[in-house]
């Protein structure tokens, strides 16, 4: 019943659009070179992922991301936990963080080309800087936020300090990194599609591109089709790994707030 209630709406909402885009498209509707119909658009995607054209572009994309959706990641929770544990720290450091954030890194992307090159490094290294941000001030938040009731209680027990850090101040933060990741996964995706609308030779970024110096709007669709299908993907796959690590602060199932009310 929980997967039938949580797969049937999507689908009909998708069943809503699909069928108002092939209204919008149909005879006396908007031209194809505007807006193709879905059907061109699913053969389009079709025939791009059956003969392989879309694969290596697919996988640069996917590379790209994970690869600096990991290092971003790492970087912002480690730095997260010494801006958030060491006061002195901050003040030295956490100004120029904000500074580097402040930055729309799509100026930034010319010069990231310029130091890492045309190919992966450069876009790892966009993704990176873009899902950074989100985490590291989620990192910090969660550590702050933790119940000082709990920590004073630990060190009553002679807690050494890691030892409080470890089993308190992590577990209490652990929602809020976890929510930080969900948003980094899906900017991680826009870092590296802006990496590879800036200069590129692979990529679904660089797919899109193509279709549309050619007006081959079919195909910019299904690149976008795509890119929307990873979101997704990464979004359900880093809430499902929150629900089994950070099992303690699962939310309450919908269908029993009525009863509690």
């Given at each position: 019943m929980t997967l039938?209630?949580?797969?049937v709406p999507p689908l009909i909402t998708l069943a809503l659009v699909l069928a108002a885009w092939a209204y919008a498209t149909g005879p006396g509707g908007l031209p194809s070179y505007l807006l193709p119909d879905p059907l061109s658009v699913g053969r389009a995607l079709w025939t791009g992922l059956v003969s392989?054209?879309?694969?290596?572009?697919?996988q640069f994309t996917l590379t790209s991301t994970l690869l600096g959706y990991g290092i971003g990641s790492v970087a912002a929770v480690a730095i997260g936990v010494l801006v958030a544990e060491s006061r002195t720290f901050e003040r030295f450091v956490f100004p120029y963080i904000v500074a580097i954030q402040a930055m729309p890194k799509v100026a930034l992307a010319p010069l990231i080309l310029v130091w890492f090159g045309f190919g992966l490094a450069s876009k790892v290294v966009?993704?990176?800087?873009?899902?950074?941000?989100?985490?590291?001030?989620?990192?910090?938040?969660?550590?702050?936020?933790?119940?000082?009731e709990l920590i004073d209680m630990a060190r009553s027990f002679s807690r050494p300090a890691?030892?409080?850090?470890?089993?308190?101040?992590?577990?209490?933060?652990?929602?809020?990194?976890?929510?930080?990741?969900?948003?980094?996964?899906?900017?991680?995706?826009?870092?590296?599609?802006?990496?590879?609308?800036?200069a590129a030779e692979k990529g679904?970024?660089?797919?899109?591109?193509?279709?549309?110096?050619?007006?081959?709007?079919?195909?910019?669709?299904?690149?976008?089709?795509?890119?929307?299908?990873?979101?997704?993907?990464?979004?359900?796959?880093?809430?499902?790994?929150?629900?089994?690590?950070?099992?303690?602060e699962r939310a309450p199932d919908p269908s029993t707030r009525g009863e509690r009310a």
């Open positions: 039938l209630r949580n797969v392989g054209e879309y694969g290596p572009h697919i966009l993704v990176a800087l873009i899902c950074f941000f989100p985490l590291l001030v989620n990192t910090i938040a969660g550590i702050r936020r933790t119940d000082p890691w030892w409080i850090f470890l089993h308190v101040k992590l577990p209490a933060a652990a929602g809020a990194i976890c929510a930080g990741l969900e948003i980094g996964i899906v900017l991680a995706l826009i870092g590296a599609i802006v990496g590879e609308f800036v679904v970024g660089y797919l899109i591109g193509s279709a549309t110096v050619n007006m081959n709007v079919a195909t910019m669709f299904a690149g976008v089709l795509l890119l929307a299908g990873f979101g997704i993907a990464g979004s359900a796959l880093v809430r499902f790994a929150q629900r089994r690590i950070v099992f303690w």
